[in-house]
């Protein structure tokens, strides 16, 4: 009898290897992805290991699955609560890859040396996020860090005319958005004077 179920990032995780797809993807209009989620939140909530086809067995008995039914539910609810709507990118042609929960938890394992029972069985999966942010700006302090002292030993033997700064060494891809976006900022704002010079009196329309 299955009496926890359990909606962790081992479940997930599982359910991923089951699937072959990230959660993101997942479609729960579809009953065999449903079950599979159920069945791993099951193991995950369960001493014991079955099979999925055992899982299916006993979802055959109408009391058994309106129990497990019943704790989906209450898992859903309580993760549902901390979901952010994420947009679609834009561009059809984006065929960049969505990452699987159980691949950023074995990031921030690996990378963030994090306890990976913690992660895998305690850590809420809204938590991810938080982690994965807070090990990105730490890796970038560190990369700029080490950027900056790598400046100072070289200065004295280089032109200090082509290496003013220590972004003149390397920029890195965060930097070189952050310039994009500044120049398209001035971009605007010099077209936006334009346009205001030329209908005024002094202007080419004067």
Known sequence: MIDNLKLNIRAITLAENLMGAAFSDFDFSDDETNTTLLYAMAVSG???????????????????????FKQAEKAMAYMAQFQKAVEKSANPDDKTPTLRVGELATYIIIHGGLDAKYVMFDMDVHELPLYIKALESKKRE??????????????????????????????????ADAKRQENLAKLEADEDRFNKFIKTEGGING
């Open 142 to 175: 560190q990369m700029e860090e080490r950027r900056l002292w790598t400046w100072f030993s070289i200065l004295p033997h280089v032109d200090s005319k082509k290496l003013k700064e220590p972004s003149d060494l390397i920029t890195f891809p965060w930097e």
């Open 46 to 68: 369960s001493d014991s290991l079955f099979t999925l086809n055992t899982f299916k067995v006993l979802m055959g008995s109408k009391k058994q699955s309106d129990r497990i």
